[in-house]
């Protein structure tokens, strides 16, 4: 068979893409979601936003929110299947410069596209705390290329703006999360335990001093702490939303840590992953992985790849069997499944609510990880 074109690659993953977004409005169409776009959302954000400037104020400093010398950064968490963060991205935004594009893509959202370098397209689309706003998206954008201190203080306003509708966004999502599994994610969680920090840690930052994305999870401690946790990543070019268990800068991933879940997976020569990977694609109506539910094989392939990464052990740690045909699964160190999707999803009306169905997908994922690690 000839090798796929780009046009004929970019198309299967466009109807992909759309293909769970259908689906994730129909199952909302079964839920009396949360409607947090009026009075009732303002008065949940107002009383959980609390603290969050000082926290933003004590990121630019340099240090992490838990006081650990660990970089709070997830990168292994959020990155596309199989690749770094950094590469995922270059490759989906060359792709994305295809000739088959049209070259007014951007102008469903945005009032302009043809502004100087360093400057922000501006849309004039309502703000809403159930949709991420074009210009937050667009915001990191621009601060993906021009990752500095001068530009981020020059474009202050902006990332306000930008910051405040993502803060709605967060707290619009873990409403709905919590109407989905309210007994993993409580209805109380401040806000500023749900996202992320865009302010690096200095002693981690390779030069540059901002994440050019949005970040936020979802658990009984939120986005940190050793729990299972739900969560999304928007990228400048892609988002990943997904749910397991990965370290988290001030989560402990060690052996003991793990032990529960990895002697259940040697004892079952990793059927219970398996199991689990068949009922969520199942449940889902085979809209999680690429391979079908009954395709064993294949379901384990992609989720090896999701979580191949570079802190994952080299060997299979002592005390297990490394001719052991569940052996992949006993050197890792996270346990999560992503869904990577396009970033007009979360800019629509209803993009909160899509994010939330696509984290029910996995909501049995979640519950399984649960037995192995303290659980609410």
């Not at 490394?322 to 006993?330: N, T, Y």
Request: include cysteine; charged fraction near 30%.
């Amino acid at each position: 068979m000839a090798p796929q074109g780009r046009k004929g690659r970019d198309s299967g993953e466009e109807n992909e893409g759309k293909k769970r977004t259908r689906a994730a409005r129909r199952s909302l169409q079964a839920d009396n979601v949360v409607d947090l776009d009026g009075k009732e959302g303002a008065s949940e954000i107002e009383s959980r936003e609390s603290g969050n400037e000082s926290a933003e104020k004590s990121g630019e400093s340099g240090e992490s929110e838990s006081g650990e010398t660990g970089s709070d950064d997830p990168e292994d968490l959020v990155s596309s299947p199989g690749s770094s963060p950094d590469n995922s991205a270059d490759e989906y935004e060359n792709e994305s410069e295809s000739e088959d594009e049209p070259a007014n893509k951007k102008s469903r959202y945005f009032a302009h596209s043809d502004s100087e370098e360093g400057d922000i397209p501006v849309s004039r689309v309502p703000y809403s705390n159930m949709a991420l706003h074009p210009n937050s998206l667009s915001f990191i954008q621009v601060l993906d290329n021009n990752n500095n201190r001068e530009w981020f203080k020059s474009h202050d306003s902006e990332f306000k703006k930008a910051k405040q509708n993502w803060d709605n966004f967060i707290l619009s999502l873990a409403a709905l999360c919590h109407k989905n599994h309210p007994e993993h994610v409580p209805a109380d969680v401040p806000l500023i335990k749900l996202q992320f920090r865009i302010h690096r840690d200095m002693r981690f930052s390779q030069g540059l001093p901002y994440k050019a994305r949005w970040m936020g999870g979802f658990s009984p401690t939120g986005c940190k702490g050793v729990f299972p946790k739900y969560f999304l990543v928007v990228w400048p070019s892609f988002v990943v939303v997904g749910a397991g268990y990965n370290a988290m800068g001030d989560a402990d991933v060690g052996p003991k840590t793990l032990k529960g879940l990895k002697d259940e997976i040697q004892e079952t020569q990793g059927e219970c992953i398996a199991k689990m990977l068949r009922k969520v694609q199942k449940k889902s109506g085979g809209l999680v992985f690429k391979s079908k539910f009954d395709d064993a094989e294949g379901l384990m392939k992609e989720f090896l790849d999701m979580n191949v990464t570079d802190s994952m052990y080299k060997h299979v740690p002592k005390g297990y069997d490394s001719e052991s045909p569940a052996a992949p699964l006993l050197k890792l160190r996270s346990f999560v499944i992503k869904i990577q999707t396009e970033t007009s999803v979360v800019m629509e009306k209803d993009g909160a609510q899509i994010m939330a169905s696509y984290m029910k997908f996995l909501i049995p994922w979640v519950k399984f990880l649960n037995r192995y690690f303290p659980a609410s």
